[in-house]
């Protein structure tokens, strides 16, 4: 994104790695700087974006592993155009939660579609754009799972498939970050939230 002024930071990482409140310390942070912040998501960072994020959280029954990849990258395009774009031109600090690694990781994990394909597809959907800096939030999927639930139960079969799934989630994350070390910060997220915070904001004010 070079003509833009802005920064533009995205978070990921699995459901239950804290993603939500990370975003929210970062915007106080830079907020306290005098910054200019924007928070936003995908998917539903905009009008259409929230009927979109309706369909793919939302429908009961399957959707065709492409036409759900076809929906994130749509959610996006429209998002990149119209909100992020937007905000990093007027220099406003964007801190996003998931972007097209998001993508990736999840779809790609599902094992039905080819996670460079999937890739591709979100860059063209976005015609390129990528963030400044990506936080990624890494979490042992258990220690996830006993946050989001604090019951202790026995798993059973769908919930193994679905640690399953979420073991290949992390596994896809860590390697984009591997891939792209200049733009991801790894973060160990079974830590305190604000030791978390802390090492974010090192990294953030870098590019202030
Ligand atoms: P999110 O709103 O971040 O929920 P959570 O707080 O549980 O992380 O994301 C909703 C779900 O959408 C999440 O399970 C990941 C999934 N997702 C994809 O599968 N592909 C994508 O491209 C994006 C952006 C999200």
Redesign the pocket.
């Known amino acids: 994104m070079s003509a833009a002024r802005g920064i533009w930071i995205t978070l990921e990482g699995g459901?239950g790695s804290g993603?939500?409140t990370q975003a929210a310390l970062l915007e106080a942070w830079l907020e306290a700087q005098g910054r200019d912040v924007l928070r936003t998501?995908?998917?539903g960072g905009s009008e259409v974006g929230v009927l979109i994020r309706d369909i793919?959280?939302h429908h009961r029954g399957d959707i065709a592993p492409r036409a759900e990849a076809l929906l994130?990258a749509a959610d996006r395009a429209h998002h990149v155009a119209t909100v992020v774009r937007p905000a990093l031109e007027r220099g406003v600090v964007v801190i996003q939660?998931?972007y097209l690694d998001?993508?990736v990781a999840?779809?790609g994990a599902g094992r039905v579609l080819d996670a460079e394909e999937v890739r591709g597809l979100s860059l063209w959907a976005a015609e390129g754009a990528l963030p400044d800096l990506t936080v990624l939030l890494d979490l042992d999927p258990a220690d996830a799972r006993r946050r989001l639930d604090s019951a202790d139960k026995p798993f059973d079969r769908l919930e193994a498939e679905r640690e399953e799934f979420h073991q290949r989630v992390r596994e896809a994350y860590l390697a984009l970050a591997e891939a792209e070390p200049e733009r991801f910060l790894v973060v160990d997220a079974a830590q305190d939230p604000t030791a978390i915070a802390d090492v974010v904001r090192a990294r953030v004010a870098a590019l202030l």
Request: proline letters at 7%; glycine letters at 0%; hydrophobic letters at 15%.
């Open positions: 459901d993603k939500t998501r995908e998917p793919v959280l994130y939660d998931r998001s993508s999840y779809q």
